[in-house]
């Protein structure tokens, strides 16, 4: 049984006023998630993914369809069996969300004293936590007195207070630059693999999605419009919304403003070739190029790496004897996914 089961949600927000429509947030959504994943979530703007994320953690009833969460379904719940299910699971913020007044400790210790664990505990338990995120020596420092990246540092210790079995982060990183970044994505991996959370992660930076996340998550217009294991969404993105998310990351087929430049350049053939480990090798490609006796120019793209598996996409130029190059094009594109642009002239 996945720990968090949805099955056809739907959540939709009365019109804001009069005369307008209702607002779809979320449209039939299923998406099971298995305890220990990984689970990155992208999509634009309003694409409904912290209302996703809404649902998952109880703050906001489905309008249709059901959420299980460790079996046991939401919709059922009283308010105060729903407060248990939220206690069950952790939550960082883009903004942090600290408590300004309060010490480090003092916001470590919060979910403690709300769960009305014994205040003799508490030492103990939030020391832990801080060495856990390496802030043992913040302790009395206050929020306004430490870096984006030790905030947040500071939220997953909080969040990880109570031993939820999930964390759910809402662009937990997109305030802060790319060092830092990777920094608070190394504590969320060692969240994952060290103490077994579950964590799913909201995010529209695909560099954070392709260093931590097991499973990808498309969502466009309140709907998961693409799913998939990391290496299958960075590899071969299908519907559009994926694909400009991966190009973001990966040079896929030229794009035309970078394709006109490449004409100026290279009057010759121009051709894509995806290449990917568990496909046929650049080695036989190669060969069968310099078989058919046409010249070869690498112009464009690279190979990429993906959860230890590798892949990519390279644009060549090919030049030679017109007849000769269409025989290698023909070629090549039975071993490769082939993306033929053609020479400048002939457009
Ligand atoms: N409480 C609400 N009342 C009415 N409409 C809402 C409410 N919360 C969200 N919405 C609408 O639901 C849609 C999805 O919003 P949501 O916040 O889930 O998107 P998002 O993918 O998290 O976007 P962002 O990347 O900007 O955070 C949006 O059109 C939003 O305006
Ligand atoms: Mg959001």
Redesign the pocket.
């Known amino acids: 049984m996945a720990l968090i089961e949805l099955d056809r949600v739907s959540l939709t ?1 009365p019109p ?1 006023r009069r005369g307008a429509d209702p ?1 779809h ?1 979320v449209r039939d959504v299923s998406l099971s998630i298995e305890a220990g994943e990984v689970v990155g979530i992208v ?10 994320l809404r649902l998952v953690n109880a703050l906001e009833p489905a309008t249709s369809g059901s959420v299980r969460v460790d079996g046991v379904d939401l919709t059922r719940l009283s308010e105060r069996q729903l407060y248990a299910v939220r206690r069950g699971i952790g939550m960082i913020f883009q903004q942090f969300n600290l408590f300004s007044s309060r010490t480090v400790y003092g916001n470590v210790a919060y979910p403690l004293e709300v769960a009305g664990v014994p205040r003799s505990e508490h030492r103990a338990r939030v020391s832990e936590l801080l060495h856990f995120v390496g802030l043992a020596d913040k302790a009395l420092a206050y929020p306004e007195q430490l870096s984006g990246g030790q905030k947040q540092r500071v939220g997953i210790a909080r969040a990880l207070a109570a031993r939820p079995a999930i964390l759910l982060a809402d ?1 937990a990183t997109s305030a802060l630059d790319p060092e830092t970044t990777v920094d608070v994505l190394d504590v969320l991996k060692r969240v994952n693999a060290e103490l077994g959370v579950t964590v799913v992660i ?1 995010t ?1 930076e695909m560099e954070v999605v392709r260093s931590i996340a097991d499973r990808v998550v498309v ?1 466009e217009d ?1 709907e998961i419009v693409e799913s998939g294991p990391a290496f299958n969404i960075f590899a071969a993105p299908r519907h559009p919304a994926t694909r400009r998310f991966v190009r973001t990351v990966v040079d896929d087929v030229p794009e035309a403003h970078v394709l006109d430049g490449l004409r100026r350049r290279h009057p010759g053939r121009l051709v894509t070739l995806s290449f990917r480990d568990d496909g046929a090798r650049q080695s036989q490609v190669f060969a069968e190029i310099v078989r058919g006796d046409v010249d070869l120019e690498l112009v464009h793209g690279g190979l990429e790496d993906v959860r230890g598996r590798s892949f990519g996409h390279l644009t060549l130029e090919l030049t030679g004897e017109p007849e000769r190059v269409e025989a290698v094009v023909a070629r090549i594109g039975e071993l490769v996914p082939l993306t033929d642009l053609g020479t400048g002239a002939q457009r």
Do not use: P, W
Request: charged share 10%.
């Open positions: 927000f804001t607002v947030a999509g634009y703007s309003g694409a409904g993914k912290s209302s996703l662009e909201i529209h969502m309140g």
